[in-house]
T-cell receptor, first 114, second 116 residues
Framework: GENVEQHPSTLSVQEGDSAVIKCTYS??????FPWYKQELGKRPQLIID?????GEKKDQRIAVTLNKTAKHFSLHITETQPEDSAVYFC?????????????FGTGTQLKVEL | NAGVTQTPKFRVLKTGQSMTLLCAQD?????MYWYRQDPGMGLRLIHY???????AKGEVPDGYNVSRLKKQNFLLGLESAAPSQTSVYFC???????????????FGPGTRLTVL
């Protein structure tokens, strides 16, 4: 089955700096790569996703890049703010007519310091 | 719309006891999922359903059973709870592309289960 590795496990940045979180996946058939943000005690919420026919996607301060050849994808957050502090999870799946079975990475605890 | 809701929010069980977690969604989604979240391990898929009356195993199905008798509800059962099942359980749902939806999974608020 699919295996997703995520690095780093913790990341501390100064407010206004950029943060980068990286993930690799094992199954070359995976074609959907979402990123979820989870605040302490809350549910995971989708912040951005990308499909394998796209190399990069951007939404305001958040961007995701995908390298299918190397089987890795990254989350980039620019101009970080204290409210960006949370745990971020990457995931991968093969979109079919049989549901969207996500395999998650182990998470990155991002801390944005004032 | 309430979105995805879960009942109960917290529960403490003794080893060997049984319980059922209820997930409900009011978005008319076809797909529903149960995950467990343990420290340092991310979320892992337990079981999922692609429609009313259908269920399938995920990554970590042992010790759990599920049922989807109604489209809006997805039940997760523990027949004989074990301490290894202490975790936070999240339910999620997503639409099909045929319904015009995207691929996003919408999560419930979670159930924190402790097995003593």
């Amino acid at each position: 089955g699919e295996n997703v590795e995520q690095h780093p496990s913790t990341l501390s940045v100064q407010e206004g700096d950029s943060a980068v979180i990286k993930c690799t996946y094992s199954d070359s058939a995976s074609n959907y790569f979402p990123w979820y943000k989870q605040e302490l005690g809350k549910r995971p919420q989708l912040i951005i996703d990308i499909r394998s026919n796209v190399g990069e996607k951007k939404d305001q301060r958040i961007a995701v890049t995908l390298n299918k050849t190397a089987k890795h994808f990254s989350l980039h957050i620019t101009e970080t703010q204290p409210e960006d502090s949370a745990v971020y999870f990457c995931a991968a799946s093969i979109l079919t007519g049989g549901g969207n079975k996500l395999t998650f990475g182990t998470g990155t605890q991002l801390k944005v310091e004032l | 719309n309430a979105g995805v809701t879960q009942t109960p929010k917290f529960r403490v069980l003794k080893t060997g006891q049984s319980m059922t977690l209820l997930c409900a969604q009011d978005m008319n989604h076809e797909y529903m999922y149960w995950y467990r979240q343990d420290p340092g391990m991310g979320l892992r898929l337990i079981h999922y359903s692609v429609g009313e009356g259908t269920t399938a195993k995920g990554e970590v199905p042992d010790g759990y059973n599920v049922s989807r008798l109604k489209k809006q509800n997805f039940l997760l059962g523990l027949e004989s709870a074990a301490p290894s099942q202490t975790s936070v359980y999240f339910c999620a749902s997503s639409p099909t592309r045929l319904a015009g939806g995207g691929d996003e999974q919408f999560f419930g608020p979670g159930t924190r289960l402790t097995v003593l």
